[in-house]
């Protein structure tokens, strides 16, 4: 984690209402964060103390496993994702959280299928993206890709959310406005898209998914622009769908007048903004 402790303390109290002794620290001596940020947390601690400050998982034993393509950053599973993983890794894990990985391969396609593959049925995936020009990016995808996957895989739930950070004092003080996306949006002849690419912001990415029993991992979407009347018929009707079982975001305020919708488009909704 790239924030100090004083952060990440506030961070879990205002989240996940987790108490100081509950964050299970584990300091960062190994790589190379200390030196070059003010990194403190290894990624291992930060996991398990969002779990542990759950009391429904406190009396759980977490089995928390990390992959990675070398053990530098501690990862007890080292594999390549650009690659298809072992069929003995398929089915096995309830929930995969891919803080910003997606975004530092080569092939964003094959990761996701292995992150689908590696789900058990009923499992959930937290995936992380940057979706604007961001340095130490190797890709930037769009809410439309993550969303297309899940749904023509017949996932049983997904959502997918922006959001758009302007720096401040620091990362954790920098005001971020939330934003829900569709994939139905209102054409405008008059729309600009070089006005609509120009901003200040940082643009991330986030699909939460849950796989259903009947749900596949390999079927590739077309992009909507050129995809035909079946697939996005299909895509319209998850988001309908989906959109029933949408749980709002409590801690978020609404500001007055909303901000500036990303790319200027009512592909997005506006939830709130944090505080």
Not at 69 to 96: Q, T
Not at 220 to 231: D, F, G, M, S, T
Request: a negative charge; proline letters at 4%; one cysteine or more.
């Amino acid at each position: 984690m790239i924030i100090n402790k004083n952060e990440i303390e506030k961070l879990f109290q205002y989240y996940f209402e987790c108490k100081q002794d509950q964050i299970k620290w584990e300091y960062d001596h190994l790589t190379r964060n200390p030196l070059v940020s003010y990194s403190e947390m290894t990624d291992k601690s930060f996991i398990e103390s969002i779990f542990s400050s759950d009391e429904r998982n406190r009396s759980n034993n977490i089995n928390y496993n990390c992959i990675d393509v070398s053990d530098y950053e501690g990862a007890n599973i080292i594999h390549d994702l650009n690659k298809p993983v072992k069929s003995e890794l398929y089915s096995k894990f309830d929930f995969i959280y891919d803080g910003s990985c997606i975004d530092n391969v080569f092939d964003p396609a094959c990761f996701v299928i292995n992150i689908s593959k590696m789900l058990k049925p009923n499992g959930r995936t937290i995936i992380l993206t940057h979706s604007s020009l961001y340095p130490g990016a190797f890709v930037m995808l769009s809410p439309e890709w993550l969303f297309s996957y899940f749904a023509v895989n017949n996932y049983k739930y997904c959502t997918v959310i922006v959001s758009s950070t302007k720096y401040e004092k620091s990362w954790l003080n920098s005001k971020t406005d939330f934003f829900e996306y569709s994939p139905s949006f209102t054409r405008n002849p008059n729309y600009n898209r070089f006005i609509a690419s120009q901003s200040d912001s940082i643009l991330l990415t986030f699909a939460i998914a849950q796989k259903g029993d009947e749900s596949t991992n390999t079927e590739k979407p077309i992009q909507l622009h050129y995809a035909n009347n079946v697939q996005n018929e299909l895509v319209y009707s998850k988001y309908e769908l989906w959109k029933k079982q949408y749980t709002e975001i409590k801690t978020l305020k609404i500001k007055d007048p909303i901000p500036r919708l990303p790319l200027d488009s009512d592909h997005f909704t506006y939830l709130g903004s944090s505080s």
